[in-house]
């Protein structure tokens, strides 16, 4: 059964919470915004692997989702399968940054490369689960709700194609949002109640 994806932080809270704290499962989910069987999973994985807390905040994110990721206890078939995606997923994960490169253009690559690997979901659920680090980290920006507006440019351009001569000519486009467009502006950020 594929697992949620959580992060590495989390899983480290998970079992802090359950060693040090002595939290029921249910008190865990509850506090890391986790579902109770992917807390009782890791739970699981961490009472077999024979590792200690320390240890598993030693490691490093990568480290700790490869121990978590691969296949415990399975047949040595889907042990060379994952094996042989994990030695490809970084290179994978660097490509999609590459203009027009797409998980599934990824995806049809990797199948070419390993006839019986992973299915359609499974091969995403692992290139998700890698791509998910704690050592990339998210930026937070402060901002007041409809005070500031937030743009980028969405990437590869639509053509416009003129009926008359049939020219074709590229175009920028935009994507332009206000952050926290539920909210209104009172002095201070409130949600609407409904």
């Known amino acids: 059964m594929p697992r949620a994806r959580i992060s590495m932080r989390k899983v480290r809270e998970v079992i802090r919470q359950n060693q040090y704290a002595g939290l029921s499962q249910r008190q865990i989910a509850n506090a890391t915004g986790g579902s ?22 030693a490691m490093s994110d990568s480290e700790l989702n490869g121990r978590i990721a691969a296949p415990q206890g399975s047949a040595r078939r889907d042990k060379d399968r994952y094996e042989a995606l994990r030695s490809r997923i970084d290179g994978y994960l660097k490509d999609l940054g590459k203009k ?38 998210p930026m937070h920006l402060e901002h007041t709700p409809g005070e500031q507006l937030f743009i980028d440019y969405a990437g590869t351009g639509p053509k416009l194609y003129e009926l008359r001569g049939a020219v074709e000519r ?12 539920a909210t209104y502006f009172d002095g201070s950020a409130t949600r609407k109640s409904r």
């Not at 077999?48 to 598993?56: F, V």
């Not at 253009?105 to 704690?134: I, K």
């Open 36 to 57: 109770r069987p992917v807390v009782r999973e890791y739970l699981r994985w961490f009472a077999s692997s024979g590792l200690n807390y320390e240890d598993i905040t």
């Open 100 to 137: 027009g490169v797409t998980r599934e253009l990824l995806r049809r690559e990797y199948r070419r490369a390993v006839p019986d690997g992973y299915s359609y979901t499974q091969f995403f659920f692992y290139l998700q689960l890698h791509a998910q680090s704690d050592e990339v980290l």
């Open 170 to 181: 590229e175009m920028e486009l935009f994507v332009a949002t206000l952050p926290a467009s």
